[in-house]
């Protein structure tokens, strides 16, 4: 099944100690992002790849670092957490425009992280 | 900073009427306009989006018109039934596709 995972689903952490979101897609997309989602913001996107080892931000990527080593794997590190970090987050894929024609992204489950 | 807004943040229907749900966006540069569905507790849900060299795109029970004289997007839904209930989000993206804006939402009721 064609699917974008995220783990942990829930998370409750403290100020500062640093944490890892993964995101996982099983079908070969190129593109991956991170968005958060609060209460009449809609989502924000923090960070997005185009291809192994080329990310860049999005709108909101103060407080957060990504990688993308494999192609597969985009996971979102908050090394400092704050409690302004206090969200819902979703990863999303996709197949770049220019070769599919569409780029709907596919979302994962989404991750809600309270930091306290 | 560029956002993509919409009108109203509810919508209450009744089963069997059709729904319209209305967005603005303010970046004349964005090309690709997408609409998504979330449902309680899931995540964005692809619905039907439109380039910006149409006005106006069908799928199955929707319809995505785009007016870029006034900046305005709309979603249709023909014969909306309960499970139509869910948060719609408008979103556009730029030309290459790598940043993606997001609406607020609007949040769809439908009544029985």
């Known amino acids: 099944e064609a699917q974008v995972t995220q783990n942990p689903r829930y998370l409750i952490t403290v100020t500062g100690k640093k944490l890892t979101v993964t995101c996982s897609q099983n079908?070969?997309?190129?593109?991956m992002s991170w968005y958060r989602q609060d209460p009449g913001l809609g989502l924000r996107q923090i960070y997005y790849s185009m291809n192994v080892e080329v990310t860049d931000k999005g709108d909101v990527p103060e407080g957060y670092k990504v990688s993308r080593k494999e192609k597969r794997n985009f996971p979102l590190i908050l090394e400092s957490p704050s409690p302004n970090q206090t969200s819902l987050y979703f990863c999303?894929?996709?197949?770049?425009?220019?070769?599919?024609?569409?780029?709907?992204?596919?979302f994962g489950p989404g991750t809600r992280l309270t930091v306290t | 900073g560029e956002s993509v807004g919409l009108h109203l943040p509810t919508l209450s229907v009744q089963e069997g009427d059709n729904s319209i749900i209305n967005c603005a966006y303010s970046?004349?540069?964005?090309?690709?306009f997408i609409w998504y569905k979330q449902e309680s507790g899931k995540g964005p849900q692809f619905i039907i989006d439109?380039?910006?060299?149409?006005d106006k795109r069908q799928g199955q029970r929707v319809t995505v018109l785009l007016n870029k004289t006034v900046k305005h997007l709309s979603l249709q839904i023909a014969a909306t039934q309960p499970g139509d209930s869910a948060v719609y989000f408008c979103?556009?993206?730029?030309?290459?596709?790598?940043?993606?804006?997001f609406g607020a939402g609007t949040r769809l009721f439908v009544k029985a």
């Open positions: 439109i380039r910006s060299n149409m």
């Open positions: 999303a894929s996709s197949l770049l425009g220019a070769a599919s024609g569409s780029i709907e992204q596919y």
């Open positions: 079908m070969n997309h190129e593109y």
């Open positions: 970046n004349s540069a964005s090309d690709y």
């Open positions: 979103a556009e993206s730029l030309p290459g596709g790598f940043k993606t804006i």
